[in-house]
């Protein structure tokens, strides 16, 4: 009789304490899902300029892991590249399906998913601008590094063309961004609930 006495205190003494320690992640997992909103959104906002279009998909992509930091971020772009594979028209052009990957934008596709790991592992949710640098440059690096290689493979390119297609035209858009995304999370990452270290 003691033990049934018992079981039903310990249960609702530990109850709160579980619910507690998985407040953060549900936390976590709603920011991530509303990152996810905004790349699909991002991505509706195209301008088209040959075979790859201009996008805001991957400001948000930059954003998401420069503001929800490692494994967050990649999370949000991850849960995107999902939708997109399983035929939701989430990409640029209202496409979908794995066929998009197939494309010449897929080597894009890809590098969201890469540069989404290495700016949030080079932040981490740190409010440094040296740290914030460091990721963009080297996450956008990632994407057209990926994007160029697959032009050449898919459209049977040389390196020249493919430079010409596939990275020239979008340094300017891209410089724009990767500010725009360090300034805007810079400043969110200053609120108390978003910070995780101090700024440096």
Not at 13 to 24: F, G
Not at 34 to 40: A, G, H, M, P, R
Not at 92 to 104: D, E, I, R
Not at 167 to 196: C, D, E, G, Q
């Amino acid at each position: 009789m003691a033990i049934s006495k018992t079981v039903p205190i310990f249960a609702g003494s530990i109850t709160p304490a579980i619910m507690n320690n998985n407040l953060p992640n549900l936390r976590m997992m709603v920011r991530a899902a509303l990152f996810t909103v905004l790349i699909i959104i991002g991505a509706y906002v195209s301008l088209p300029i040959g075979e790859v279009p201009v996008v805001l998909s991957d400001f948000f992509v930059m954003l998401g892991a420069l503001i929800l930091g490692w494994p967050w971020g990649a999370v949000s772009a991850g849960m995107y590249l999902l939708l997109g594979a399983i035929g939701l028209p989430v990409f640029a052009g209202g496409t979908g399906g794995l066929q998009s990957f197939y494309g010449p934008t897929g080597g894009y596709l890809a590098g969201f998913g890469v540069a989404s790991v290495i700016i949030g592992v080079v932040t981490n949710g740190r409010n440094s601008w040296r740290a914030d640098a460091i990721g963009l440059v080297s996450g956008s690096i990632a994407v057209f590094a990926l994007g160029i290689a697959w032009l050449m493979f898919k459209l049977n390119l040389s390196l020249q063309a493919a430079l010409a297609a596939g990275l020239l035209p979008f340094i300017p858009f891209n410089i724009v961004k990767m500010m725009l995304a360090a300034s805007v999370a810079h400043w969110v990452r200053t609120y108390p609930l978003m910070k995780k270290y101090p700024a440096d």
